[in-house]
């Protein structure tokens, strides 16, 4: 929602400009009469607002029925000046709210294709940005006005609602979006999320965040396509900035190679950095006869030894160790091999 123009509170500022003036001289010009201060103002106040209590000392002389009518004649204009500023400025906002309102509909009804987020936090605000970078079109879902006010002003479009019913997801365009995320911190709730979702769309791409790991069968039960552990996912990758910190600068040290790991994720492939465990099948295999036995859903690009090594372009015959840190172009991130 904007901000009001400068013309309503232009005037709601000049009218409390106006009265604290008149009042202020009024009360002066009633203590040069011989009244104390509590006297004066109480009963400058009493006139003004057209309380009409009774007198706090007798106006009899000229000078002072003069000086009571001005009070009343500009305070009074002063008083119906400064309820019409705030009538104005009243009324504005709740038009603004009522039109944009109506604008928010309009849009979404316009909108296919697109992306609802549910949760607005730190990673439903991470998550809108990337997609918005990557061309996206993103509705924000939340039941915090105040977070939904910092979604706006970056751009997004925004929906007050609880995501667990049916009306607000439909509100959203859930038949027309081709994905839902569900990041709410709360995993009952993301399960709630999930099943209404599924059941109004059941081919729509659905990514629940999971808090904990025993949440992440319930999830994929209750619909929901993939589940992601941020807290995993970031242990995850604080293991591979230690263990293999000269592969995983291949992966995001550079923005080339960032632009690049974005755009095979538009070609449906993942560009990610994975270890292998001494138990792995892979271990003493040649990169080609990996590749194979993964039926070519894996391409091996670079390999971090456990000694320091790396090399960046291998040899098919390049035989994978036990504890080398291996850079995979796997054509999905949900399916990609496991090296255990």
């Known amino acids: 929602m904007k901000a009001p123009p400068p013309g309503p509170w232009r005037n ?8 604290i003036i008149i009042m202020a001289l009024a009360t002066c010009a009633y203590m040069l009469t011989g009244w104390n201060l509590s006297d004066a103002f109480y009963f400058v106040v009493i006139t003004v607002f057209t309380v009409g209590y009774d007198e706090v000392h007798p106006i009899v002389s000229p000078e002072m029925r003069a000086l009571t009518i001005g009070t009343i ?30 604008r928010m509909i309009a849009q979404i009804k316009k909108m296919t294709g697109h992306v609802i987020i549910c949760g607005y936090g730190r990673i439903g605000a991470a998550l809108a940005e990337a997609l918005q970078a990557g061309g996206a079109e993103v509705v924000i879902v939340d039941l915090d006005e105040a977070r939904l006010a910092q979604a706006s002003a970056q751009g997004f479009t925004t929906w007050l609602g609880d995501a667990t019913t049916e009306e607000v997801l439909e509100e959203v365009g859930v038949h027309r979006a081709r994905a839902l995320a569900t990041v709410v911190p709360n995993d009952a709730v993301n399960v709630f999320i999930t099943l209404t979702a599924r059941s109004l769309n059941n081919q729509l791409e659905i990514i629940a965040r999971g808090v904990s790991p025993s949440t992440k069968a319930k999830l994929l039960h209750a619909g929901a396509s993939s589940v992601v552990m941020p807290t995993h996912i970031g242990a995850e990758r604080m293991a591979q900035l230690i263990l293999y910190p000269r592969t995983s600068s291949i992966t995001e ?12 994720h538009g070609l449906g492939l993942s560009l990610e950095v994975v270890g292998v465990p001494p138990d792995s099948r892979f271990v003493g295999a040649t990169i080609e006869a990996a590749e194979r036995d993964t039926n070519g ?16 372009r291998p040899e098919p015959s390049t035989v994978i160790e036990a504890g080398d840190g291996v850079v995979l172009i796997t054509r999905s991130s949900r399916n990609t091999p496991k090296v255990s």
């Open 12 to 19: 709601l500022i000049a009218g409390l400009i106006y009265m």
């Open 297 to 312: 859903t894996m391409f091996v690009i670079a390999i971090n030894r456990k000694n320091g090594e790396t090399l960046t």
């Open 73 to 102: 004649v500009l305070g009074c204009i002063g008083v119906i000046f400064l309820t019409g500023a705030m009538v104005q400025l009243f009324t504005y906002t709740q038009i603004q709210q009522m039109l944009g309102h109506k």
């Open 253 to 264: 040290g550079t923005q080339h190679m960032q632009a690049l790991a974005a755009g095979l």
